[in-house]
């Protein structure tokens, strides 16, 4: 039989009925306290086959309901290692974790740690702890997107009838407050190019760097700078005009001094915004990526169609995180841009587009754009108006053989949960373009 371990924790006993017990289990809270039950929970995990997963999930209830929460929380996902459409087990494990407190240390937060420097500190929210460099004001505002990710991602399990686990423990994430030391960092883990942010699914962590080290928003930054450099040399200019008496100059200085101020403000407006967009855009992105795979909506095992990752990532993408977000609430950079490549005819052909490799769909910056773009509006519309086919889809793709499913494999997958290809392309952009 092969080996697996269930963590014996310091918790205590609680004399309970079986009505007080499930009654707890519903509130997601363990039942009243009384003595330790440690040692009669050991004795019963000596004679317990853990292939068995009946067995398991009795013991897993009778842990629950006298408060042993991390033992409970091993064997019910146990249970869903063996039998993984266990209702009982899905249902408890979900409640369960709403009293239980996620452990802080994983092997993913070990990992980090040798990666990142010395200087780096380690901010801890309910789910997440964050090894970072950067502004403990931004880096709080961040952890704090992060957690809304985690409840809307929720919010959309719940509604959807996707399959998903909750967290095995805090999730990690390594933020740079340089984007030079941020691409020193991806290019060690083999990530290239001009991102803004990454998840490294081997290792369970997600990667960005502050916003304000972006080159774009870098670059305005110091072109304000310059602006408002020239605007104190008007004024200094106006001064020494009005002192030699000369009004008239002095006042055309001044006039022109307000109107580039005016301009400066609205610059700098446009630039704040769209730092501010970007930092929780790009957060809330990768914070999906994470989740979608550590909660087993996505299999590590299998590699998932790009346009599918991508597409699960943007749908979430929000610059108002206070509010609802998801596959039921456009974002308008996102829609705007599916308009534009829909203008331009550049929407690949669904058959084409479910079975395409990455190197297909990113082969140039061109066909990058359309990838995110075509794939925002197909997943969520899929999302919303396939509700049931979708999760039948990411079953099916989970229950793949481990590898890269081929290009037909792809379709017929695809195929097997929303119908005729085409017949779905035709339903999705009419309603999309109202064609």
Same mark, same amino acid.
């Given at each position: 039989? @092969?080996?697996?371990?269930?963590?014996?924790? *310091?918790?205590?006993?609680?004399?309970?009925?079986?009505?007080?017990?499930?009654?707890? /289990?519903? =509130?997601?809270?363990?039942?009243?306290?009384?003595?330790?039950?440690?040692?009669?929970?050991?004795?019963?995990?000596?004679?317990?086959?853990?292939?068995?997963?009946?067995?398991?999930?009795?013991? =897993?209830?009778?842990?629950?309901?006298?408060?042993?929460?991390?033992?409970? %929380?091993?064997?019910? !996902?146990?249970?869903?290692?063996?039998?993984?459409? %266990?209702?009982?087990?899905?249902?408890?494990?979900?409640?369960?974790?709403?009293?239980?407190?996620?452990?802080?240390?994983?092997?993913?937060?070990? $990992? *980090?740690?040798? /990666?990142?420097? %010395?200087?780096?500190?380690?901010?801890?929210?309910?789910?997440?702890?964050?090894?970072?460099?950067?502004?403990?004001?931004?880096?709080?505002?961040?952890?704090?997107?992060?957690? +809304?990710?985690?409840?809307?991602?929720?919010?959309?399990?719940?509604?959807?009838?996707?399959?998903?686990?909750?967290?095995?423990?805090?999730?990690?994430?390594?933020?740079?407050?340089? /984007?030079?030391?941020?691409?020193?960092?991806? $290019?060690?883990?083999?990530?290239?190019? /001009?991102?803004?942010?990454?998840? !490294?699914?081997?290792?369970?962590?997600?990667?960005?760097?502050?916003?304000?080290?972006?080159?774009?928003?870098?670059?305005? !930054?110091?072109?304000?700078?310059?602006?408002?450099?020239?605007?104190?040399?008007?004024?200094?200019?106006?001064?020494?005009?009005?002192?030699?008496?000369?009004?008239?100059? =002095?006042?055309?200085?001044?006039?022109?001094?307000?109107?580039?101020?005016?301009?400066?403000? @609205?610059?700098?407006? =446009?630039?704040?915004?769209?730092?501010?967009?970007?930092?929780?855009?790009?957060?809330?992105?990768?914070?999906?990526?994470?989740?979608?795979?550590?909660?087993?909506?996505?299999?590590?095992?299998?590699?998932?169609?790009?346009?599918?990752?991508?597409?699960?990532?943007?749908? #979430?993408?929000?610059?108002?995180?206070?509010?609802?977000?998801?596959?039921?609430?456009?974002?308008? &950079?996102?829609?705007?841009?599916?308009?534009?490549?829909?203008?331009?005819?550049?929407?690949?052909?669904?058959?084409?587009?479910?079975?395409?490799? &990455?190197?297909?769909?990113?082969?140039?910056?061109?066909?990058?754009?359309?990838?995110?773009? @075509?794939?925002?509006?197909?997943?969520?519309?899929?999302?919303?108006?396939?509700? +049931?086919?979708?999760?039948?889809?990411?079953?099916?793709?989970?229950?793949? &053989?481990?590898?890269?499913?081929?290009?037909?494999? @792809?379709?017929?997958? #695809?195929?097997?949960? #929303?119908?005729?290809?085409?017949?779905?392309?035709?339903?999705?952009?009419?309603?999309?373009?109202?064609?």
């Amino acid at each position: 039989m @092969q080996r697996w371990r269930v963590p014996i924790a *310091a918790m205590v006993l609680v004399v309970t009925t079986t009505a007080v017990a499930q009654e707890a /289990r519903d =509130a997601g809270t363990p039942p009243p306290i009384a003595e330790d039950p440690r040692p009669e929970f050991a004795e019963r995990l000596t004679t317990l086959d853990l292939d068995d997963p009946r067995g398991v999930l009795r013991l =897993a209830q009778w842990a629950y309901g006298r408060g042993l929460l991390d033992e409970a %929380d091993a064997l019910y !996902r146990r249970v869903l290692q063996l039998r993984p459409g %266990d209702e009982a087990a899905y249902h408890d494990l979900w409640h369960l974790s709403r009293g239980r407190e996620l452990p802080r240390e994983s092997e993913s937060l070990e $990992k *980090a740690r040798t /990666r990142v420097p %010395d200087t780096f500190r380690e901010l801890e929210t309910r789910r997440y702890v964050i090894l970072s460099d950067a502004d403990p004001g931004w880096l709080t505002d961040q952890g704090q997107r992060l957690e +809304r990710s985690y409840e809307q991602f929720v919010r959309f399990v719940n509604r959807s009838g996707v399959r998903a686990v909750p967290p095995r423990h805090k999730l990690v994430a390594v933020v740079f407050n340089q /984007r030079s030391d941020f691409q020193a960092f991806a $290019k060690r883990d083999g990530t290239g190019g /001009r991102i803004a942010g990454y998840y !490294r699914q081997p290792e369970d962590r997600l990667v960005f760097y502050h916003v304000e080290s972006n080159e774009n928003v870098a670059a305005a !930054r110091a072109e304000l700078d310059r602006s408002l450099s020239e605007i104190d040399d008007l004024y200094k200019a106006s001064r020494r005009a009005g002192s030699v008496g000369q009004r008239a100059d =002095a006042a055309a200085m001044r006039a022109e001094m307000t109107r580039r101020m005016d301009r400066w403000h @609205q610059r700098a407006g =446009a630039v704040d915004e769209f730092a501010r967009q970007q930092s929780i855009s790009v957060t809330v992105h990768e914070a999906i990526h994470q989740l979608m795979f550590h909660t087993g909506v996505q299999s590590a095992r299998v590699q998932h169609p790009l346009w599918l990752s991508e597409g699960l990532a943007t749908m #979430f993408e929000t610059d108002e995180p206070h509010l609802p977000f998801g596959p039921r609430h456009d974002y308008a &950079p996102r829609r705007i841009g599916f308009y534009a490549i829909a203008d331009r005819d550049l929407i690949v052909p669904l058959r084409s587009f479910i079975g395409a490799t &990455p190197q297909q769909l990113t082969g140039t910056p061109a066909a990058t754009v359309v990838l995110y773009h @075509q794939a925002y509006a197909l997943v969520s519309w899929l999302a919303v108006h396939e509700k +049931r086919g979708f999760a039948e889809y990411l079953r099916r793709l989970n229950d793949l &053989p481990a590898g890269v499913p081929s290009a037909s494999t @792809q379709l017929a997958t #695809f195929e097997a949960a #929303f119908g005729d290809i085409e017949r779905l392309e035709r339903r999705w952009l009419r309603h999309e373009l109202g064609d």
